[in-house]
């Protein structure tokens, strides 16, 4: 019979396997679209003039890039998606935190929370800008706003859902509300707080970039915009293959932080 120390190099070799199966797959599906891609565009099974084809892209992004005009956009929207997305996620945990402290509080505030989730915050785009003015604050504020609201009722939902017996026990030791919150309900809840801050990568680029739509006059959301007011379709899908990029790696330091957290929680 194998020994325990066998049984587990055995289950890390096999685990390495799978993740350098899994990352092959990856990089294959990922370069069999863009050949498809360049393929259909070369042949006009689509239309190039619209679809643009990846070696425009890249000679596009190149260019760009050498002459130093992309760096001011790509910068601007990284700056204005990374601080929308910290605000927005500390924001949530803070006002989920304040609902779990003060009970009456959550029941009085639980329809509005509803029905601001429910609204689409596109709608309040022109409203920010007036209030806030055409800048990067209005901007930022968008990113916050799409981001804030679901990061508290994940949060706050996950706080509710913590077993109740870790709280009792710790507060029959003398335990305050504070002290078992800090105790058992926020270490409890990390993995949802995880799993959030994945959702809101997303959710603040879309923020940032339907912002930069309607009021900048800088960055990859502008990009777009110009583009389509041109008919230039590879300055467009070349912004649009940037903020995949730039929002894949973002999704990845989050992962990092995930398995970081993961590792020194034990």
């Not at 989730?117 to 930022?140: D, F, T």
Request: hydrophobic residues 55%; proline residues 3%.
């Amino acid at each position: 019979m194998k020994s325990d120390q066998q049984l587990f190099d055995s289950y890390l070799k096999e685990r390495k396997k799978e993740k350098k199966i899994v990352l092959i797959w990856q990089f294959f599906i990922l370069i069999m679209f863009f050949a498809l891609w360049e393929i259909a565009s070369r042949l006009y099974w689509i239309d190039p003039l619209l679809f643009s084809s990846p070696s425009r892209i890249f000679t596009s992004l190149i260019g760009r890039f050498a002459n130093g005009s992309m760096f001011s956009h790509l910068s601007v929207t990284l700056f204005e998606t990374i601080l929308g997305f910290i605000i927005g996620t500390l924001g949530g945990i803070l006002l989920a935190t304040l609902l779990w402290s003060f009970t009456r509080f959550s029941k009085i505030m639980d329809p509005y929370i509803v029905v601001l989730n429910a609204m689409p915050k596109v709608a309040l785009g022109p409203i920010i800008i007036v209030a806030l003015g055409p800048g990067y604050l209005s901007i930022i504020a968008m990113g916050f706003l799409v981001s804030v609201i679901i990061t508290t009722i994940n949060i706050f939902s996950a706080y509710n859902e913590v077993d109740p017996n870790y709280s009792k026990v710790l507060k029959s030791f003398g335990a305050t509300r504070w002290q078992c919150f800090k105790e058992a309900v926020f270490p409890a809840t990390m993995p949802t707080m995880i799993s959030t801050l994945k959702v809101n990568v997303g959710l603040s680029w879309v923020g940032v970039i339907v912002g930069e739509y309607l009021v900048s006059k800088q960055g990859l959301g502008y990009l777009i915009i110009y583009g389509f007011q041109v008919f230039d379709f590879t300055l467009v899908m070349s912004s649009l293959v940037l903020i995949a990029i730039l929002a894949a790696i973002m999704y990845k330091v989050v992962e990092g932080i995930e398995r970081w957290l993961i590792k020194h929680a034990h």
